[in-house]
């Protein structure tokens, strides 16, 4: 009776912790507002023949939360909650890791849901030093805009990392051959794309 005990002990110990450890995994959605519908599509890089699928994840807290896997010109979504730092990556064999990030801070009285489109082609690892340290950066930064109620990539980030990536003078690994290939990877969302629920 008392080995019973002890097992039973022991059992409900594990499965107490196995709940706390995954409740903390994941974004408490009950303490969190969803402001944001994230659709993204992985372009076709032009002159490359495009085989199997890209993996995007989707992380908060340096922890994956969501993922799936898209091949070329297919929608992938994934759904935001206010006041949180998210990542999106997107990771294929002989590409270079694309990293997004989004800031979902934002007034807690605004109750709006916004859909946010980009569209971006993924680096062949052939074109650029996937060993410069500016790779492990996002590529791009993606915030709300209070004044024009909106989210909207930050230009001026994009531009400094890409900047970094590409000219021979912000960085020492350069290859002409990827400039061309960086040109169509800053988010983008038109003013129409902020729909209301």
């Known amino acids: 009776m008392k080995k019973s005990n002890l097992n039973f ?3 409900a110990t594990f499965a107490f912790m196995l709940f706390i450890s995954s409740s ?5 959605k009950k303490d969190s507002t969803l402001c944001l519908r994230l659709n ?8 490359i023949a495009e085989r199997g699928s890209y993996k995007i994840e989707l992380l908060h ?3 994956v939360i969501d993922s799936c896997k898209v091949t070329v010109n297919k929608e992938f979504k994934f759904s935001l909650y206010k006041n949180n730092w998210y990542t999106v990556r997107v990771t294929k064999e002989g590409r270079v890791p694309l990293l997004i990030s989004f800031d979902t801070k934002m007034d807690e009285e605004n109750a ?3 859909d946010f489109l980009f569209e971006t082609e993924v680096l062949d690892s052939k074109k650029v030093n996937a060993s410069n340290e500016i790779m492990d950066f996002p590529i791009g930064l993606v915030k709300f805009d209070k004044k024009n109620n909106r989210f909207y990539p930050v230009e001026d980030y994009t531009a400094s990392i890409k900047q970094k990536i590409f000219d021979p003078s912000k960085s ?17 969302q038109d003013d129409d794309d902020a729909i209301v629920k």
């Open 172 to 188: 020492k690994f350069f290859n002409s051959d990827a400039q061309d290939t960086g040109k169509s990877m800053m988010a983008n």
């Open 61 to 63: 807290e340096n922890k």
């Open 24 to 28: 903390f995994a994941s974004i408490n």
């Open 112 to 114: 709006l849901i916004y």
């Open 9 to 11: 002990a022991i059992l």
């Open 40 to 47: 993204g599509i992985i372009l076709k890089t032009p002159k």
